[in-house]
């Protein structure tokens, strides 16, 4: 049998269907959440970050998963009222051609994922974390497999983001001129039908393509024959979500994080909250609401350190030089290409969490200053209506 | 006279003194440097020994110092300009220079045709 052949039998990583692709486009690939990613193409890291923020990028990110919800009473207040059970988040209030960012919890207020939903009109399509797909699916089958199907998709996904994003897509789809930050619309693209979303991870305006795997090469064939595009690897996808002050589930946000202490309760909207006409009612509630009205004890920052040495995932942080108790850790850390400065993100206690506070990271031994910093490091650029 | 190690470090010798540096091949693998912390000036460093951080976006690395000798000069060049690492990283780009213990250590490292092969076989 051929390598390839053998590869995929062994159980060894999975690709997406652009992978050819990327292997034509001199990409280095890399293991991440079972699949054969690119990190970098020939620019590399820095010029693919900088490129995202000046012109436009292209991702692949097929890896990850997307699953259509659909109640069996075909209406889609019973699925978006199912959903709720799970999420913090007012879904039944997301109207049609909306997509919104969620989160699943656990029983302590923990987060099982972050993931955006949209409003398909008679559905909705959840779009999850490649390392937590298979989690999901089966948490969605376990609770709402009674009165939803839940359909996972085989669909691939791309992301064009950057401000040319917008001129570029209009190209194939001059609607898309038409929609807003978080608008989601079915658009088609060189005769298929897509799901495109005008969202993203590295804080620029830009799109999330959902395209039949059949036509996944031929669409992203087409848009990086566009000049203002440039393929872009997961290294300055990590780089340019970090400068956006966004989570990395696994990293900045995982089962022992509630969504309060990672500074995501903007996204649980007031009808959740105590007081509102749906409040509670998702795992964790209790939790969740007390620490939406009373605080968390800690808290996720960005920090900025003084000096030129990056400071990553898992230093620990302390309150004074000298310090010999820790108390917080950064949970990222890299070289923000835009801000030309190390940048991280970590969980520091709430008395130590505001803009300026001086903390310090032990890094090869020596404890190095930092400066708890607003989020995010580089202002967004959505297209707001 | 030039030699290479495993770790993909050159060393160009002058007198009794080593320049050193990461090959072409690893500043290749590195991809974009953004900070290097270079070795006191006066260290005594053992073969082995960690010398310097090199890190790139993604990561952090290690250069070794290849043979036992003194630090007697840094090249604050690339600690301002870390770029220059990838631009130039067998030239502008070294890291710091050792007034090696033992000069004749040297022939114990690769010249030049065994590095080639080295990392064609790699």
């Known amino acids: 049998m051929s390598r390839e052949e053998a590869k995929t039998i062994s159980g060894s990583l999975k690709r997406t269907p652009l992978h050819a692709l990327h292997m034509e486009l001199g990409a280095r690939m890399v293991a991440f959440a079972g699949y054969e990613m690119p990190v970098q193409y020939r620019l590399g890291v820095l010029k693919e970050h900088l490129h995202t923020r000046t012109a436009a990028g292209l991702f692949d990110v097929s890896h990850m998963g997307q699953i259509a919800v659909r109640a069996r009473s075909h209406a889609a207040h019973d699925a978006a009222r199912a959903l709720e059970r799970l999420i ?80 570029v897509l209009a190209r194939l789809a001059p609607e898309c001129m038409t929609m807003g930050f978080m608008d989601v619309r079915v658009l088609t693209l060189m005769g298929g039908k897509c799901m ?29 024959g566009n000049p203002d595009v440039m393929p872009i690897g997961l290294g300055a996808r990590d780089s340019l979500r970090l400068e956006a002050g966004l989570c990395l589930y696994g990293s900045d946000i995982d089962e022992t994080t509630t969504p309060v202490e990672a500074g995501l309760s903007w996204a ?54 000298e310090a010999s108790a820790s108390v917080g850790s950064v949970t990222s850390g890299g070289f923000g290409p835009s801000v030309d400065a190390p940048l991280a993100m970590g969980y520091l206690p709430a008395a130590l969490s505001a803009p ?30 | 006279m030039l030699r290479y190690t495993e770790e993909h470090e050159w060393l160009k010798l002058d007198g009794d003194v080593a320049t050193v540096g990461i090959t072409a091949h690893a500043a290749t693998l590195l991809g974009d440097v953004v900070f290097v912390e270079l070795p006191e000036l006066g260290a005594k460093l053992a073969k082995g020994d960690g010398a310097a951080v090199v890190e790139s976006v993604k ?9 036992a000798g003194d630090v007697v000069e840094v090249n604050q060049a690339i600690v301002d300009d870390p770029a220059l690492v990838n631009a130039d990283p067998e030239g502008k780009g070294w890291f710091f220079k050792l007034r090696l213990d033992d000069v004749k250590a040297m022939d114990g490292l690769m010249d030049e045709s065994a590095y080639k092969k080295l990392i064609e076989t790699a």
């Open chain 1, 88 to 167: 913090p988040v007012d879904i039944v209030g997301l109207a049609p051609g909306r997509v919104r960012y969620a989160f699943f919890t656990n029983d302590q207020g923990g987060i099982l994922d972050d993931v955006m939903v949209a409003s398909c009109g008679d559905h909705f399509l959840i779009v999850v974390n490649a390392a937590q797909k298979a989690a999901d699916e089966a948490h969605l089958r376990a609770e709402l497999g009674n009165e939803c199907d839940v359909e996972p998709l085989e669909r691939s996904l791309i992301a064009l983001q950057g401000p040319k994003a917008e001129s």
């Open chain 1, 196 to 224: 495109v979303s005008r969202s993203g991870y590295t804080g620029e305006d830009g799109f999330e393509i959902s395209v039949p795997p059949d036509i996944a090469r031929e669409i992203t064939e087409e848009l990086l």
């Open chain 1, 268 to 321: 649980i909207q007031k009808v959740r909250r105590r007081g509102g006409s749906r409040e509670a009612g998702f795992p964790g509630a209790e939790i969740v609401l007390d620490q939406l009205e009373h605080g968390a004890p800690r808290q996720r920052v960005g920090l900025r350190p003084e000096g030129k040495a990056p400071v990553r995932s898992g230093a620990l942080l302390y309150g004074e030089e």
């Open chain 1, 356 to 385: 300026g506070t001086r903390v310090f990271a032990e890094v090869r031994g020596k404890r190095l200053p930092l400066a708890v910093a607003a989020l995010p490091f580089v202002a967004p650029k959505y297209k707001r209506s």
């Open chain 2, 59 to 67: 990561a952090a690395s290690d250069v070794y110092a290849p043979l």
